[in-house]
């Protein structure tokens, strides 16, 4: 019996799933996780902490995990591994607001990267052949 045979059939799914969490994890601590100031502008207005070149590298850093997550048809990794990694992130990160509304911001980017995964997937299942109606793909109604 090789190692396959006793190993549960979701196991590479749900490893999967742990990794593009803790990347998604790191990838915040890494590219957003250190800056924690505001910018204030002359005329008295506040931007920030981020800059657009910070959110785009995060973005950058997780495509490329996240597409093989998604080439390998793990559904569920692709979609919930990310969004459960940067939804800690953001908590973590942001739950020392004073006012409270940093939860409103987490369930931003919590719906935000749930969207953008689920989107992404669709894609590469459709580019790869293994969308809904396809041969070895899944059907999304019973035909």
Partial sequence: MDTNERLPKRTPHVLAAIALAGVALAAWAGWLGWDQQR?????????????AWQVIGLVLTLLPPVCWAASRRYAAATVFGPTAGLTVAAYVD??????????????????GTLI????????????????????????????
Avoid at 39 to 51: A, F, I, N
Avoid at 96 to 109: C, F, R
């Fill in 116 to 143: 953008v995964t689920s989107a992404l997937y669709a894609v590469i299942a459709a580019l790869t052949g293994h969308g809904p109606g396809r041969p070895g793909g899944r059907r999304w109604s019973a035909r």
């Fill in 39 to 51: 910018d204030v502008h002359p005329d008295g207005s506040t931007t920030g902490p981020y800059e």
């Fill in 94 to 111: 942001w739950s020392d607001d004073a006012s409270g509304l940093y939860m409103v911001g987490v369930g931003l980017v919590m719906v």
